[in-house]
């Protein structure tokens, strides 16, 4: 059984960093795209960061900001978040791709079930 647990959320002031962790079970995560999704209340969730085997892609949004990677032994990936600012709050969720990788939810078969990014002073 596949299963992805989002951790590492919290409450941040503007110009702070937090870095996010997604913890896999049951599959080889680095075979998969692991993608980062955000969603704040009212709006749609958005895809902020994917990571593949072969590349790593991010939302206009967040480059230069976010830094996405994997640590292959421990089956976690990180998204490491610097600079954040007052819009990047809402719930992070990351998910798990077999096939197409990008930053549209559909592409993801496979969800955590979030964690919590509070930017605020």
């Known amino acids: 059984q596949l299963q992805l647990v989002a951790s590492g959320g919290g409450l941040v002031q503007p110009g702070g960093s937090l870095r996010l962790s997604c913890a896999t079970n049951?599959?080889?995560?680095?075979?998969?795209?692991i993608g980062w999704f955000r969603q704040a209340p009212g709006k749609e969730r958005e895809g902020v960061s994917c990571i593949s085997p072969s590349d790593t892609a991010y939302a206009d949004s967040v480059k230069g900001r976010f830094t996405a990677s994997r640590d292959n032994a421990k089956n976690t990936v990180y998204l490491q978040m610097h600079s954040l600012k007052p819009e990047d709050t809402g719930v992070y969720y990351c998910a798990a791709s077999g096939g197409v990788a990008g930053l549209q939810p559909q592409f993801y078969d496979y969800w955590g079930q979030g964690t919590q990014v509070t930017v605020s002073s």
């Open positions: 049951g599959f080889r995560s680095d075979y998969y795209a």
